[in-house]
């Protein structure tokens, strides 16, 4: 489906219509030679780019409240005037070039019209009585009945300091709902839930009915700015409920039993499976081989998580095309052994391979993979050699239509990225011409140790040179979703890609021995445990190599839309070369195909790689570019029932205040990081906890690990603390050698020219006594710009009495003490600060009314009270405060963006 286009010919056509004194030549040839950059696009190509973006367009939409279904109908509208269109140009006789073009264009735009209306049906329509429509944004108790679609998986949740303490085993699945409870009455409902439910993993089959007792609640949104979102992530996955179980004696399993179906065979097999591996593999590799053999990742240990990550590996863990890929050959070629007819055998493992996607959960990426075998089988069936690069747009048409949305995933992009990398580069290398007879002739005179050393050279290079473009080709998407750049990926993935193929052989060993006593297979066991461990072992120890991987910050989309556009059209290029290559062989030394066209495809290759390198290096520019601010910010990060508290000075300067919340820190940890990273902050120059409480500092930890903190500053009272968490963070801070500086009232912190902290509180030593940890809050009296702030931490009863006897100054914005609660004593503070704005870092709790009345009777010139924390969306959020050039603005984070307060 290519045109006929041979832009280096045109450009010597060009040379003897003009003569060299023409001053248009230059013009003319430089115009030819822009016009030669964008190659020949194929057909299917073409369309499942166009369907791509109206799936990303739709996708997008769909966020969008006021994009409603009028607009989705005027999408559908405009698609069939454009398909009629298409169709009516196509009928007039004796049309041109320029006809047939304007057609197809209108063709393509009407399905990208058509996919738009589609991928924004499929993220928005939902049925009337779903069950998610009668649940609140606080959790309620609910009762309902259902099916298992997805069978218990088991989580490892952290209890206490960051899981140093004992830790509570979870599990999560998935109940397709059938009914809900209505006093004494049961309605009809519809829907998935997402259930998680405390306690050992108890097993339940796919198909078994259950009635569930527990919590319901709707995903919520995110309420920090570059927070990862919940609710669209289940909208789009269609699972709309979650609910939450405290013992499985809540859940019971109804008398009807359970439904067969193909699913529930598929789920039994996969738990034979599982079975099998934990009955023979010793127990500390059974969770990676959970996830490299079946997909299930869920039970993987944080730290193998991370060092995967670390060392750009991560893509291991997940079932993709890199899996299936080893398991065809390894079914490919022992089926060929067996003399098994070549059509046949590849029929033989398409089949095989569609059970293993089915076994694995049927990822996106998985699907994309074998449907990409099927694609294969079929043109072996029909004696027709497919191009990778057409069955590779076939398959993204396919996947489209079925499932729009899933163009916004990350993991889709990059999945269809690599494999268009490879498919490029690899029809590029298959379509080269053929070697001299005289070089085959030298080869064949070699010795064998000779030629065996040349074609483990040829085999390494050509490996670097798949793993480097792979990597070149993803690292502006990771380092934009993930704020990682990971330059050891190279060499990791040519040091674990031989060790893969025996993991995974020694793993589906294990699996065909079903049916075969335990103590046979047991050695068996031991050899795949091994081979699991020095996987293990070998990517922990690239990880543990210095600067392995490196923080940076997201790309801007324009740049990210230029680089992959311009490596587009060098993959394209690639893939019609290799077509007039093959093409050509049988011609070549007829001199259809010389040194002309050589030239012009190195001439288009150098131009488009010169242009590709001096942007990455302009994208390098950008990230080490220091950022010069107009003004001084505060964030006000929302962290449930805790604090963090993020100050950014003019001068680029970070000082966090208290880094927790209430629960587990990994959310803690989550809310914050996402707030930093939105603002560009990588290095945290001083990080205050203002008190021993464990809701204040338990995400300190996870930005220890993530992000460079040049000094913590506590108060004498929190290095005297007996809390056993307090103590862990000490051990936690010498390992990480950072420099600890206590402060007591008078002592100043300079965070630059536009920002000074001065420390209000505390004023005891630390052996006098205190009622409780909140007295001993540090109180930060912080002057920017020039405004003034005050930070309160939790200070309350005898020591905020006696403070507000001291003195506070009067301040622009007052941070409530205490979340907000009585014990802050709101009036009396509000009444002493006169502040203009008072934020409460949580929920205030239930008597919020009454705190909120007091605050204004504290003081008449408060203009505004906020919280991070409320019951509606409108009434939560992070809380952002720039001040500039002696004003203030105050703005609060919603699920639709920010909403300016003053």
């Known amino acids: 489906m290519y045109e006929q286009h041979d832009s280096a010919l045109t450009t010597v056509q060009c040379v003897f219509v003009f003569t060299p004194t023409d001053e248009s030549f230059r013009f003319k040839k430089t115009t030819f030679f822009l016009r030669g950059l964008v190659p020949t696009v194929p057909l299917m190509v073409s369309v499942v780019g166009f369907l791509a973006l109206g799936a990303a367009c739709g996708t997008l939409a769909s966020r969008c409240p006021w994009f409603d279904g009028v607009w989705v109908a005027v999408l559908f509208v405009l698609s069939g005037v454009c398909v009629f269109l298409s169709s009516q140009v196509q009928r007039v006789k004796k049309q041109g070039v320029t006809a047939r073009r304007v057609a197809w264009w209108l063709l393509l735009i009407g399905n990208s019209f058509a996919m738009c209306g589609w991928a924004w049906c499929c993220a928005r329509l939902f049925p009337r009585n779903d069950f998610a429509w009668s649940l609140a944004e606080s959790s309620q108790p609910v009762v309902v009945q259902g099916t298992v679609v997805a069978t218990p998986e088991k989580m490892r949740s952290a209890q206490g300091f960051l899981g140093a303490g004992s830790f509570r085993e979870t599990s999560v699945w998935v109940l397709n709902l059938t009914a809900a409870r209505d006093l004494h009455h049961w309605v009809p409902v519809s829907g998935q839930a997402r259930v998680f439910v405390n306690g050992e993993t108890q097993p339940l089959s796919v198909g078994t009915h259950v009635q569930v007792h ?38 019971v399993v109804c008398p009807n039993g359970i439904t067969v179906s193909a699913a529930g065979c598929i789920d039994w097999l996969r738990q034979r499976c599982r079975n099998r591996l934990h009955a023979i593999v010793p127990i500390q590799s059974q969770p990676l081989a959970d996830s490299l053999l079946l997909g299930l990742r869920r039970a993987l240990p944080e730290e193998m998580i991370r060092a995967f990550t670390d060392t750009g590996s991560i893509h291991i863990l997940a079932i993709s095309g890199l899996h299936v890929g080893l398991v065809a050959t390894v079914v490919f070629y022992v089926f060929r052994f067996f003399g098994c007819p070549f059509r046949t055998n590849w029929l033989i493992v398409a089949c095989v391979i569609t059970i293993y996607a089915g076994l694995t959960g049927a990822a996106l990426p998985v699907l994309r993979a074998t449907l990409l075998l099927w694609v294969a089988c079929t043109g072996v069936w029909m004696k027709r050699r497919v191009a990778g690069i057409h069955a590779l747009a076939v398959v993204g048409a396919l996947l489209l239509v079925w499932n729009p949305v899933s163009v916004m995933s990350i993991g889709t992009q990059l999945s269809f990225l690599a494999t268009a990398v490879l498919i490029s580069l690899g029809a590029w290398f298959r379509d080269q011409p053929p070697r001299e007879p005289i070089e085959r002739l030298i080869e064949k005179n070699r010795g064998v140790l000779t030629n065996a050393a040349s074609r483990l050279s040829r085999s390494l290079c050509w490996g670097i040179l798949l793993s480097a473009s792979v990597w070149i080709a993803s690292v ?70 210095p600067a392995s991987t490196l923080r940076v910050h997201a790309l801007p989309t324009w740049w990210i839309v230029i680089w992959y556009l311009t490596l587009s059209l060098l993959l394209l290029h690639l893939c019609d070369h290799s077509k007039m290559m093959k093409e050509s ?185 205190v009622r409780s940890d909140n ?107 720039t001040m500039s050039d002696g004003t203030m603005s105050v703005r609060q984070f919603t699920p639709t963006g920010w909403r300016r307060v003053l």
């Open 214 to 251: 527990g919590r319901a609640v709707r995903p919520s949104a995110p309420n920090n700015p570059g927070e990862f979102d919940f609710r669209q992530h289940s909208q789009l996955n269609r699972v709309l409920t979650i609910i939450r179980v405290r013992r499985w004696s809540s859940i």
């Open 775 to 881: 007295e001993n809050s540090i109180v930060l009296d912080v002057a920017v710009e020039s405004k003034r702030m005050l930070l309160t931490g939790d200070i309350e009863g005898d020591a905020l009495r006696a403070l507000l006897r001291s003195g506070l100054p009067q301040a622009d914005i007052l941070i409530a003490p205490h979340h907000g609660s009585k014990t802050g004593l709101p009036r009396e503070i509000t009444s002493e600060v006169r502040p203009d704005i008072v934020v409460v870092s949580g929920s205030g709790g239930r008597d919020w009314p009454f705190v909120c009345q007091n605050f204004h009777q504290g003081w008449t010139g408060l203009r505004a009270v906020l919280r991070t924390e409320g019951e509606q969306s409108s009434d939560r959020g992070a809380v952002s405060i």
């Open 585 to 769: 062989h049988g011609r070549r030394f007829g001199g259809v195909y010389g040194d002309r066209d050589w030239s012009s495809f190195r001439q288009k290759m150098c131009a488009l790689g010169v242009f590709l390198f001096g942007f990455g290096v302009f994208g390098v520019g950008l990230q080490l570019m220091p950022q010069t601010l107009k003004e001084s910010r505060v964030t006000i990060a929302a962290m449930g029932h805790g604090c963090g508290i993020v100050l950014k000075s003019r001068e680029g300067h970070c000082l966090v205040y208290d880094a927790g919340r209430l629960g587990a820190s990994g959310t803690a940890l989550r809310s914050l990081r996402a707030t930093l990273l939105s603002q560009r902050i990588h290095t945290i120059d001083y990080l205050v906890l203002s008190h021993a409480d464990t809701d204040h500092f338990n995400a300190v930890p996870g930005l220890l690990d993530e992000f460079c903190v040049d000094q913590v500053i506590v108060s004498p009272q929190f290095l005297a603390s007996s809390s056993r968490s307090v103590t862990q963070l000490q051990t936690l801070l010498v390992k990480h050698g950072v420099p600890v500086r206590t402060v007591l009232r008078g002592d100043v912190i300079s965070i630059g020219k536009s920002c000074v902290a001065r420390v209000l509180h505390p004023q005891r030593p630390p052996n006098m006594g």
């Open 476 to 545: 502006p998407l990771v380092a934009s979703e993930f704020h990682r750049f990971v330059p050891i990926a190279v060499g990791t993935n040519l040091l674990v890609g031989p060790l893969l193929p025996f993991v995974m052989a020694a793993g589906f060993a294990c699996l065909i021995t079903i049916g075969l006593p335990v103590e046979l297979c047991e050695p068996l066991g031991v050899v795949a445990g091994f081979l699991f461990d020095t996987l293990t072992w070998l990517v922990a120890a690239i990880a543990s190599i």
